[in-house]
């Protein structure tokens, strides 16, 4: 919006020039084309996410958003412990009997294996947390108000966007390779651009028998979209390659979330 309001101003201010002689008369059609040309490109230049927006989850984390075609999706992996309404989901579940039969529940990747990160809040800075599919689909609500967990079909609208599951990976994948600091791919990072500034990021998994793995250089997403009494459907990106496909999750594992605006 900034950069409309700036264009439309510098318009106001071009035609509404007030020649007084009749040697400015001639020149003015010259400067008004100068000065329209500059702010066509002014305009033009600004960074499509100007009119992005933050978000902020029930217990104080901070999102950036990015606007992808008709979309507003969340820039980072979610990182809260609590449903909209403020009451806790199950976390702390190092033991892997534990995990394997919570109810709603979230987890942080080990950071003991990890190189580079120190203790679970970095790591959930760095790659937000791990969510079982009963507290995805939890009627208490997981993402902030006015958002939600990406249904089969908005996932679907974001890759036909970007050109098909076979290019989109690479033009939403976070451009931060290994050996950079955290939070970042593993080398290759096969087609990294970040074209969106989606900042796909490989946040690893954890199995429904309790297991952590891949963490930097596989990521995978919910949607809200159940399959079975099993298995929800998910997408997921890697670093050797430039796709995000499709994907079933068993629903006591543990992927990462994004939230869509509704």
């Not at 992005?52 to 075609?69: A, K, L, M």
């Not at 891949?214 to 809200?224: N, P, V």
Request: glycine share 8%; with cysteine.
């Amino acid at each position: 919006m900034a950069c409309l309001q700036r264009y439309f101003y510098f318009k106001y201010r071009v035609f509404n020039l007030k020649p007084t002689t009749m040697k400015r008369r001639i020149k003015l059609p010259i400067i008004q084309l100068i000065l329209m040309g500059v702010a066509l490109i002014w305009l033009t230049s600004c960074d499509k996410n100007e009119n992005s927006e933050t978000v902020e989850d029930i217990n104080g984390n901070v999102y950036n958003t990015s606007v992808i075609g008709d979309q507003v999706w969340m820039v980072e992996n979610l990182r809260t412990v609590s449903f909209r309404d403020g009451s806790l989901m199950l976390t702390q579940l190092y033991d892997d009997f534990e995990w394997a039969s919570a109810g709603a529940a979230c987890t942080i990747y080990p950071h003991s294996e990890i190189d580079g990160l120190d203790s679970e809040a970095e790591v959930s800075a760095a790659y937000g947390r791990l969510y079982n599919w009963i507290a995805v689909n939890d009627s208490r609500g997981l993402c902030p108000v006015g958002w939600r967990v990406p249904t089969e079909e908005d996932w679907d609208e974001l890759i036909e966007y970007l050109g098909g599951e076979d290019v989109a990976g690479g033009k939403l994948k976070n451009t931060r390779t290994s050996p950079t600091d955290h939070p970042r791919w593993d080398s290759p990072n096969t087609g990294a651009t970040d074209e969106k500034h989606f900042s796909a990021l490989p946040a690893g998994y954890r199995t429904s028998l309790g297991q952590f793995d891949f963490l930097g250089s596989y990521g995978e997403w919910w949607s809200s979209t159940e399959y079975n009494t099993d298995l929800a459907i998910t997408r997921y990106i890697s670093n050797y390659e430039t796709g995000m496909y499709h994907s079933y999750g068993r629903k006591r594992a543990g992927y990462s979330v994004r939230c869509i605006k509704e």
